[in-house]
């Protein structure tokens, strides 16, 4: 093994759970626990599939993107579906404290390591005679919160005093008067601004009447906080493809496949981007440009996977001599199907053209 | 390369570094985040004893989303594993309960194995697909060819990726076909290689 190379390859800063110490196995599963299976990174924009587990949003997405047939969860390999993804804010919270959390207690681990190899005893008994009263008293606190908990704030009735919010007319009101305040058509609490209250009451009604198609128009007016819907391609005209990129501002340059591709990385990347929470999410610059560099890297990949001319120089004779082996089946073959059918019927496709047979191989 | 590709493979490799291999599994060479070796070893009582095998691994843009290509090392001395020891069993009448166990690796270094075609899930790791194979070999009872072997072997691409493989349980495969480059659609380069691996199973 070439360790240099090696060296060199792990130079990046790359963290993973083995970066704590070998005898803390909780902390490198801890670690392990808020990662991405697929990327191995933290999760991002974690989401959870049907079957309950969690992947980053993007890399769950482009998995189900290359499973042909049925999208399969990669842990169970449970049938999972894309439209049934969802987000999970707690997990994102836990891996924003963790990544904020984690170089503190690695360095904690790393120090901890060194005192346990130069003072290993002394450590063991500190630990033991004071680890399981501690115990105790923490499940008898525990008790007592939990049993004191209820009797402060499990009834939802705020006191007479607090000030409340009217849930008719919305204006603050003191608990004790809200009764007194609904049933004198919300004015009592509020003498003096009788005018406005009327006039809020009209809001108010408008409110009721209105508000569900207000809503909607609302979320469709802003398309800014909606999932892309999946689209089939193959319905689609290369305008009406066209169009959809330009309604998504997005470049319209090259073939049909490009077209698709990008289409298809946009909506993936849009989407997983929607299942971060909405501070973590990125601007839509960002996200045109981390296309751009999904399409950089296409295209130098392809470059690579040109013919080699050197293979078909060293090959030559033997392409020759297939090529020369191959041919003379071709009129054979061609007489085979070019034989005239016994009836008139006229061979048709299914688009409906007529397929001509043409003779011209023949020599 | 993709960076997700290269900053997993980079993750593997440390920790392959750090924690070491499973018993039997060495690294040989990892010199890029294209193309590594290893070697591995079936450990205890097995046909395979003894025998170190070389594997190669080969990575794309894509990976984890898409599999390694991954193949036995059949050149510079190396052999692939199933070499038949004695005269070749092919020669034998087909009895189908010789035919039951790993006939898994064609004498070109392809595997036939569900895990690196369609079965490939992007959680697995290099050393995980290392594990498999091992002990795909080592719960080997016989050691022979896969019945198409000459047929498969004439018609590989370089790279087994390439190759449609039909799985039959984890006991036995047939290769179907070759996917043309394009990938999209199948080439069936013979259709009666099909047939006779079937008949001959059955």
Known sequence: MNSNKLNALLAAEIDQPTDFPKDSPSLRELDSAVRCPICGEYLTGPVTVSCGHCFCSMCIRSTISTQSSKALCPICKKSINETQLRPNLGMEEVVTAWKLARPHILTLAKHEEEVVVTQPAKKKRKLDPSSSPQAGSSRTSSLESSKSEPDGTSSGEPKPDAIVECPVCTQSVKYKDLNKHIDNNCTTVAPKPLAPTSKSQKTMWSDIMQPKSKGKEKDRGTSEEDHLPKVSYDTLKDKQLRDKLTGLGLSTSGERPALIARHQRWTMLWNANLDRSPSQRQSKVELVKELKRWEEERKTKKKKITVDESHLKIHDSEFKRLVAAARPKAPVAASTTSSPPPSSVVPVDSDGDVIVVSDNDDP | ?202
Not at chain 2, 8 to 27: D, F, H, M, T
Not at chain 2, 152 to 170: I, L, S
Request: glycine share 4%; charged share 20%.
């Open chain 2, 1 to 202: 390369m993709a960076s997700i590709a290269s900053r997993r493979l980079a993750k593997e490799l440390s920790e392959i570094k750090s924690e070491g291999c499973p018993v039997g599994i060495n690294l040989v060479k990892a010199d890029d985040f294209s193309t590594w070796w290893f070697t591995i070893e079936v450990m205890g009582e097995s046909l395979y004893q003894s025998e170190v095998h070389t594997l190669q691994f080969r990575f794309d843009a894509q990976y984890p989303i898409s599999s390694p290509a991954v193949q036995f090392v059949v050149t510079d001395g190396r052999q692939s594993p199933v070499h038949p020891v004695r005269p070749s069993p092919l020669c034998s009448p087909p009895d189908s309960s010789a035919y039951l166990f790993a006939q898994h690796v064609y004498s070109n270094g392809h595997i036939c194995a569900s895990i690196l075609g369609n079965e490939w899930s992007p959680v697995l790791s290099v050393i995980a697909v290392c594990v498999t194979l091992q002990s795909m070999l080592a719960s080997c009872k016989k050691k022979e060819r896969p019945i198409d072997n000459d047929r498969y072997v004439r018609n590989a691409p370089d790279n087994p990726k390439k190759t449609q493989f039909e799985y039959h349980g984890a006991l036995r495969c047939i290769f179907v076909g070759v996917l043309s480059a394009n990938a999209s659609d199948m080439a069936r380069i013979d259709d009666t290689a099909m047939q006779d691996g079937i008949n001959v199973l059955v």
